[in-house]
């Protein structure tokens, strides 16, 4: 079990790594980072406990206290075991309801955030036509989450003469 066991902790460090580095745009301030978890359901007991659920957490090492990080990992075991297990059905179906409501909560944020995302590089397309975008400029329209405001954006980018022109009408 000890491949295993090596294997999820990486793969639980690599995911976790990735959805950082997702949630955190260049420039921005580490303190933006939200709580985040990874959770992962496992086909087998990752630990050979008979657990149904292992938490992991930080600890400073010399004192033996919880760092309080917000990167929290949870590794659970079967499915089917779960589903089996009479006490566990309840809480199983809790925890689907619960991340079936996150997924549909992502699906609408990620539709939300994308189409902010097309409205923005639409915006700099057109002016990029127009001239060279100052840095400046470009991080004004993509740190604009108003979809009204990327709306007005829009339409002032198709109208505007060259970027300075664009500018000063900001």
Same mark, same amino acid.
């Given at each position: 079990m000890?491949? !295993?066991?090596? $294997?999820? &902790? &990486?793969?639980?460090? *690599? *995911?976790?790594? =990735?959805? %950082?580095?997702?949630?955190l745009k260049t420039g921005h301030s580490y303190e933006e980072l939200p709580?985040? *978890?990874v959770i992962f359901i496992c086909d087998y007991d990752p630990?050979? %406990?008979? &657990?149904?659920?292992y938490t992991v957490q930080q600890m400073l090492k010399e004192n033996g206290t919880n760092y309080d990080d917000v990167y929290v990992r949870k590794l659970q075991t079967t499915v089917a075991e779960v589903k089996n297990n009479r006490e566990m059905e309840d809480k199983y179906m809790l925890f689907e309801d619960?991340?079936? !409501?996150e997924r549909r909560e992502g699906h609408k944020e990620g539709l939300k955030e994308g189409s902010r995302q097309a409205q923005q590089? $639409?915006? +700099? +397309?057109?002016l990029a036509q127009k001239g060279e975008i100052p840095v400046k400029l470009e991080d004004i329209i993509r740190a604009t989450e108003n979809t /009204? =405001? #990327? &709306?007005? *954006? #829009?339409? +002032? !980018? $198709? =109208? !505007? /003469? $060259?970027?300075?022109d664009f500018e000063s009408h900001l």
């Open positions: 000890q491949i !295993a066991t090596t $294997s999820i &902790k &990486k793969r639980t460090r *690599y *995911y976790h790594s =990735q959805l %950082d580095m997702d949630l709580e985040t *978890y630990f050979g %406990d008979g &657990k149904y659920c619960m991340l079936n !409501a590089d $639409s915006i +700099l +397309l057109l /009204e =405001q #990327l &709306k007005r *954006y #829009l339409l +002032l !980018a $198709s =109208q !505007a /003469e $060259s970027v300075s």
